[in-house]
């Protein structure tokens, strides 16, 4: 049986059985939408359409590139407006904080067939209280093609530096995973910076900045390394490498299968990585909490994991182990090496408004001769990727 007939067979199983077992009471007319803030691989509508038909609702959802933004969002919404928000998880507490969102039942998500590093819900709480749980993660490390750079070279994290890399580099542009980055590179704790820290940091991203030829948002990272502009992207991961095709586009598991791309690869070096979360929360103002309590609990199964894993946006790990990946997809987001990277890697930091203000202060300073971004090719335009941000994104544009 193809992959695609395989998918299509378990779509419509998953369809059948959350027929069975998830649909709600009938629905009044203010129920027919459900309101989502999310990260663009949340948007295909494999993942959408059983839940949809299960629970006869349309999911309506606006991108987010950051999660400044979805705190001005909520912040301005009228009660109703939004019922779930996906965003990196340890952004949580500062929402909840400030009365956003609504507390979550510990129960209601069990944590069986979740890593454990990532199902801590530490990440996700608020004086003791549980406002969200874990869904898709991945890291900001390095993603590099090894048929021209040694796979050994890249586990030590000051690689991308070396002479012999100039002008075949990429950067992602998003302030602080990269920052986060270059401080582990320095030795340093990115979710313990001090003032004292800057100069170093400032210096060591110049370096960075001078061996790259560019600084880029995901299309254009995912594009470089995929027509070999660059050899290595700081910053990617299996969101740069995993399922991208021979001309440079993310294609999810449901489409015909593409060249496979054995030279595009990443890793964390053994000094480590970022790692960002995607976490699921409901809005406190929300009108339609059970519905939402239901999509939250579906993004979770084992079905609906796996069709985050392989979204058309870009590709990542499933919170859950149990996700029905074939051996080539597992491969892709090196299923087998994830104990170790998790292990190597920290948490996406959160900083305070200070330090915040400093650090993207320090970026601009680097980056503001940074030239424009080359116009997108058709091959990077085939499949939607909103951009990275470097005045706060977080996430593969979209957070790993």
């Known amino acids: 049986m193809s992959a695609r007939s395989r998918r299509s067979a378990l779509a419509a199983a998953t369809a059948f059985s959350l027929l ?6 009938p629905l009044r007319a203010a129920d027919e939408v ?38 001005g969002i909520l912040r301005q919404a009228q009660a109703g407006d939004w019922d779930v928000v996906i965003m990196e998880e340890t952004a949580a507490p500062q929402l909840a904080a400030a009365g956003l969102l609504a507390p979550l039942d510990p129960a209601d ?37 090894q048929a021209r750079v040694p796979a050994a070279e890249m586990d030590d994290i000051n690689a991308p530096w070396q002479p012999r890399h100039n002008g075949r580099i990429a950067i992602y542009d998003s302030y602080l995973p990269i920052l986060s980055y270059v401080a582990l590179a320095l030795g340093l704790d990115p979710a313990h910076l001090t003032e004292a ?20 948002d995901t299309a254009t990272v995912q594009q470089a390394l995929a027509d ?64 939402a309590l239901a999509f939250a609990r579906y993004l979770r199964t084992p079905e609906a994991q796996a069709r985050l894993a392989t979204s058309s946006c870009y590709w990542g790990m499933p919170a859950n182990t149990r996700a029905p990946l074939d051996d080539t997809t597992r491969a892709a987001l090196h299923w087998a090496q994830q104990p170790a990277y998790i292990a190597a890697s920290h948490p996406f930091p959160i900083v305070d408004d200070a330090m915040d203000a400093k650090l993207r202060a320090l970026w601009a300073d680097v980056m503001k001769d940074t030239p424009a971004a080359s116009p997108p090719t058709p091959a990077s335009m085939a499949t939607p990727q909103p951009a990275g941000d470097a005045a706060g994104a977080d996430r593969p544009q979209a957070q790993p």
């Not at 496979?260 to 339609?288: K, M, N, Y």
Request: glycine fraction near 10%.
């Open 228 to 291: 070999g502009q660059v050899d290595i992207v700081v910053g990617g991961g299996g969101w740069t490498t995993a399922g991208v095709d021979e001309g440079g586009t993310v294609t999810t598991a449901d489409a015909h299968a593409p060249q496979p791309r054995p030279d595009l690869t990443f890793t964390v070096p053994r000094q480590g990585g970022i790692r960002w979360q995607h976490g699921i929360s409901i809005v406190e103002a929300s009108q339609r909490k059970a519905l």
């Open 197 to 216: 820290d800057l100069p170093a940091l400032h210096d060591k991203l110049a370096a960075l900045r001078a061996n790259a030829t560019l600084v880029g």
């Open 109 to 145: 998500f069990p944590n069986t067939d979740i890593p454990p590093a990532i199902a801590n819900p530490a990440g996700g709480s608020y004086q003791g209280q549980l406002y969200s749980v874990p869904e898709k993660y991945g890291f900001h490390a390095v993603a590099f093609n």
């Open 34 to 71: 459900l309101n989502v803030l999310t990260w663009c691989d949340h948007e295909d509508p494999e993942l959408l359409g059983p839940f949809e038909q299960a629970n006869r609702v349309r999911i309506h959802f606006k991108d987010i590139d950051s999660t400044g933004a979805v705190r």
């Open 20 to 25: 069975a077992a998830m649909a709600p009471a």
